[in-house]
Each structure stands twice: as structure tokens, then as C-alpha cells.
């Protein structure tokens, strides 16, 4: 079992930024993600990032290409989301996910993941 918990949500104008955190009790394998849902919309995955080590690699959804960067630091286990040039497109609760049990290529498809954080909200007005 892992425990993720995600901090550093908040309310933001548009044009800022914040920086998700999400701790996790141990990482299952090399790989992470960031997802989040707006009210009456699915879930989306927006970030994911594969471990390897010296280099990681990294993809995003088109939505955030350019503005949101995903990143780990392994002495703490735990994953972060750097958003910037946040728009208020960009509000929903957002999720951290562990325990890929797919290819790769669908990470960023919910079925995917095994482990889910609570969330943290990120609120952004306009």
C-alpha cells in the first residue's frame, strides 16, 4: 500500500503560480503522475514523469505544455507540480498518482493508476 498526500493548493489570480507537493510513504516503481477535475468535468491527467534516474522523462497535456513542469526529489519521495501562467481554466482539485500498471504511452489515462492522493484545490480568478 502507498500513501500519497498532495499539499500547496490555494487560491491564486490568473498569470500566477503554485507549486504542488505530493508526498508519498514509498515510490512502487518508476513512475508518478498529476491529474486533476474540475466540477462536473472527468478527471484529466496533465503530468506524468518516468524516474530514470539521471535523466527523467517527462509528459504533459497540451493544456499545460509550456506553463506546468512536473519534477521529484527521491530523498523525500515526493513529486511536485510547478504551475505557471496559471488561467482560471487551470481550477479543479488535483491529484497525485502512483503504481502505474499500464504501458507508458497511457499514463496519462486514469484507469492506469493504482494509488490516489485526496487532492488539493487550486482555485484561479480572473
Known amino acids: 500500500q502507498v500513501q500519497l498526500v498532495e499539499s500547496g493548493g490555494g487560491s491564486v489570480q490568473a498569470g500566477g503560480s503554485l507549486r504542488l507537493s505530493c508526498a508519498a510513504s514509498?515510490?512502487?516503481?518508476?513512475?508518478m503522475a498529476w491529474f486533476r477535475q474540475a466540477p462536473g468535468k472527468e478527471r484529466e491527467g496533465v503530468a506524468t514523469?518516468?524516474?530514470?534516474?539521471?535523466?527523467?522523462?517527462?509528459k504533459y497535456a497540451d493544456s499545460v505544455k509550456g506553463r506546468f513542469t512536473i519534477s521529484h526529489d527521491p530523498a523525500k519521495n515526493t513529486l511536485y507540480l510547478q504551475m505557471n501562467s496559471l488561467k482560471s481554466e487551470d481550477t479543479a482539485m488535483y491529484y497525485c498518482?502512483?503504481?502505474?500498471?499500464?504501458?507508458?504511452?497511457?499514463?496519462?489515462?486514469?484507469?492506469?493508476?493504482?494509488?490516489w492522493g485526496q487532492g488539493t484545490q487550486v482555485t484561479v480568478s480572473s
Open positions: 514523469i518516468y524516474m530514470a534516474g539521471s535523466t527523467d522523462s517527462t
Open positions: 498518482a502512483a503504481g502505474l500498471r499500464d504501458s507508458w504511452n497511457r499514463a496519462l489515462q486514469e484507469y492506469v493508476w493504482t494509488y
Open positions: 514509498r515510490y512502487t516503481n518508476y513512475y
